[in-house]
């Protein structure tokens, strides 16, 4: 590998390749899987009212309860966020892997990184700071993916438990492993060191990189 090629520069990764996105999707479905294990098995009922909408409807609660019901959408928001443009506009537009990788791949009209491997690039790419705005907008959908399920099973400590710990070691694995490298310094999640920011922003600018 050249050193125009290098995945990493400054510690930064500039380059992901298709194990890296691979290795996101195995620690990011984890608390997914445990959310619908806990929602389609579990009848709830708040302030008294049961919201076992199988049973009004003869079928049993583990045929048709609410958290059967709500799961496609809490499916479909939590996917509308991470796979249909809104992350895309928010946040993956100010990186330069958003600008840059598909070329790499032989299709300019996409983006290869870490969490959107072959996404498409509907937006101009925007090296600018993130906003305050959209930063809120990333943390409240990643809350509400990692989150939102527990709604569901409070009356279920186990997989309250399991939620909360797959929660805690997906942050801080990705924290650990993929924060502290990435090249979209304007998340709010962003954790790769002043020092190195600075140099590997100097090296882009100067064209030493893509």
């Not at 510690?11 to 389609?40: C, K």
């Not at 906003?131 to 409070?154: E, M």
């Amino acid at each position: 590998m050249t050193e125009e090629k290098q995945k990493c520069h400054h510690g930064v990764v500039a380059r992901y390749h298709f194990h890296d996105a691979r290795w996101f999707a195995t620690i990011g479905f984890a608390p997914f899987i445990i959310a619908f294990a806990g929602m389609v098995t579990t009848s709830i009922s708040y302030l008294g009212l049961s919201f076992d909408i199988g049973s009004f409807l003869g079928f049993g609660t583990f045929i048709l309860n609410e958290g059967i019901l709500m799961f496609p959408v809490y499916l479909i928001i939590s996917m509308l966020f991470f796979a249909g443009g809104i992350e895309w506009y928010v946040l993956c537009r100010h990186c330069p892997c958003y600008e840059f990788s598909g070329k790499e791949h032989g299709n300019e009209g996409r983006f290869y990184c870490l969490a959107n491997w072959g996404s498409p690039k509907p937006f101009k790419y925007n090296p600018s700071h993130i906003s305050r705005a959209g930063q809120a907008t990333f943390l409240g959908f990643t809350g509400f993916f990692l989150l939102f399920p527990i709604l569901y099973f409070l009356d279920r400590w186990e997989f309250v438990l399991f939620q909360l710990l797959f929660t805690i070691s997906f942050m801080a694995t990705l924290r650990h492993w993929g924060c502290s490298q990435c090249p979209n310094f304007g998340c709010v999640l962003n954790c790769v060191d002043d020092n190195a920011k600075e140099k590997f922003l100097q090296d882009l600018n100067e064209g030493k990189i893509y």
